[in-house]
């Protein structure tokens, strides 16, 4: 048996007991974030690590921004474990019940996935978030992440994995594989006698490998190629503002926006406007020839693979559409399935973006930087999901459940 044969039957095992603890769980997540806080200057230290190799290694501003870990962020991850512990537990909620003719009571109840593998990239914070999320599911979690991220990510699950035994759970509830070689991620991704489903979390790279090669069930968590439509309607202060902080306020997640669509009524208006909000951060934008003779040479010229890329970076590319049939059209071509948002005064193009767009996460009027399980009132979250089957959007606890019928008979035989 392989060491990560070996992980899997301890996970499979733990997820025996996660998925009868009850109110023994929220103890273990209090204790996780309690041990978080106790333990930031571990984990600040592990990180430094990361970060300096991470820049001999040439990672871009973005990527060490990602991998940061400062102690505002590690107490925002205790906090965000605290609130897991708050959430109703969905594990033998009734979804529904009813009596058949032949006298037999069906009930639909919620239960553990059972043994769930998440494999990640360069952010440390995704060790806490899915390890406490799995965990209130009843879940036992496999966790693989990247090697820029190694060090932190062994400190983390290390006080994680110390405060849940201390509560009364498995201590192999949660696991890190610290081989963060690709034969590991082939290995997680074949492991179908323990692993119950498999969730990739990063890059577009990561999420297609895992997709394409996985022999467990994959949920697929989505790039990020997010717009926003600004009708000709639109408040042109308010577009500004909304594209201003989808953009620049964190540029390297993936709720963050890479292309803006402006109507051509109000392009000339609200282009300029635009810009000088972007400036601030200077942010590069690559348009259209229609945005270009709006705002000149310091445009570049948008290609099709810049309404492709998902930036992560200070980048955007633009484009004056002729209606909202055509950004609507636009989105449908080029965008992830993520977050999309519509900047509009009229009632009747919001209705018709939300009902046209098919994304995880429509907006009317917001950014896009909400589609967050936090900002949703999930808690924390496990990724966002951009497939249909299972779940779609921000991934909390009661999307790491399954369910199952339970039947009660009196002697009932069928004919």
């Known amino acids: 048996m392989t060491v990560i044969e070996n992980m899997g039957k301890k996970a499979k095992d733990a997820s025996r007991v996660l998925a009868t603890a009850g109110a023994i769980k929220n103890k273990a997540l209090n204790a996780v974030a309690d041990a978080l806080i106790d333990n930031t200057d571990k984990i600040v230290k592990a990180n430094d690590i990361d970060l300096e190799n991470g820049k001999a290694a040439g990672l871009t501003p973005s990527l060490l921004d990602r991998l940061k870990l400062g102690s505002d962020r590690i107490k925002s991850m205790a906090e965000g474990v605290r609130k897991v512990a708050l959430i109703n537990d969905p594990v033998g909620t009734v979804v529904s019940g009813y009596t058949t003719d032949n006298g037999m009571e069906i009930t639909k109840v919620k239960v553990p996935l059972g043994v769930i593998g998440i494999i990640y990239e360069a952010r440390p914070n995704v060790t806490a978030d899915a390890a406490a999320l799995c965990l209130k599911a009843g879940n036992a979690v496999i966790l693989r992440g990247g090697k820029e991220a190694i060090n932190s990510n062994k400190a983390i699950a290390e006080i994680m994995r110390t405060a849940v035994e201390s509560a009364g759970l498995p201590i192999d509830s949660i696991q890190l594989i610290e081989d963060t070689s690709r034969q590991s991620s082939v290995e997680l991704m074949n492991l179908s006698d323990y692993l119950d489903v498999l969730i990739p979390r990063g890059g577009a790279g990561l999420i297609r490998a895992v997709v394409e090669q996985a022999k467990v069930p994959v949920i697929e968590t989505g790039v990020g190629n997010c717009h926003v439509y600004v009708d ?6 308010m ?171 009196s002697g009932q035989v069928r004919n």
């Open 232 to 237: 000709e309607s639109a408040d042109i202060q």
């Open 239 to 409: 577009a500004a503002d909304i594209i201003y902080n989808a953009k620049t306020s964190r540029p390297s997640v993936c709720n963050a926006i890479e292309t803006i669509l402006v109507h051509k009524n109000i392009a000339e208006k609200a282009l300029p406007a635009i810009k000088k909000e972007l400036d601030k951060k200077n942010v590069e934008i690559r348009g259209c020839d229609r945005t270009r003779e709006i705002l000149g040479d310091s445009v570049t010229p948008a290609t099709d693979d810049d309404y492709e890329t998902e930036f992560l970076d200070y980048i955007l590319a633009c484009k004056v559409v002729d209606s909202i049939d055509g950004a609507i059209a636009h989105i449908a071509k080029y965008s992830s399935g993520h977050s999309e948002c519509i900047v509009t005064k009229d009632y009747n193009s919001a209705n018709k973006f939300t009902s046209s767009v098919d994304s995880a996460a429509v907006y009317v009027n917001a950014s896009t930087r909400f589609t967050d399980g936090g900002e949703f009132g999930l808690g924390a979250e496990i990724g966002i999901s951009t497939q249909k089957l299972h779940a779609r959007g921000p991934m909390g606890v009661n999307e790491l459940t399954s369910t199952k019928f339970i039947i009660k008979g």
